[in-house]
């Protein structure tokens, strides 16, 4: 009968050990999955500032191709004078 105690706690001890490490574990990749989100948000964010960066300059070079276009066509009419 005392062998089956022993052998009952050791089994009974050996439970809350894994338990111990699986709740561990549930943590760490708790804190890891949060972690990846923060930095998914970081790159979406950085992204779409780039996105506005492009926008803004592709705006930029449309406005100065139209500008130089209507200088050229000033040039040319003056050329042909």
């Known amino acids: 009968m005392c062998v ?3 052998q009952n706690g ?3 001890a050996r439970v809350a050990s894994l ?11 708790k804190h890891m999955a949060e972690s990846k989100e923060k930095e998914i948000r970081f790159l979406r964010q ?3 500032d780039q996105m506005k960066e492009y926008q803004d ?3 930029i070079k ?16 003056e050329e042909e004078r």
């Open 4 to 6: 089956c105690f022993l």
């Open 10 to 12: 050791n089994l009974e």
């Open 19 to 29: 338990e111990a490490d699986l709740a561990s574990e549930r943590d760490q990749a």
């Open 46 to 48: 950085q992204m779409a």
């Open 57 to 59: 300059l592709l705006d």
């Open 62 to 77: 449309v406005s100065l191709d139209l500008e130089i276009a209507a200088y050229r066509k000033l040039l040319e009419g």
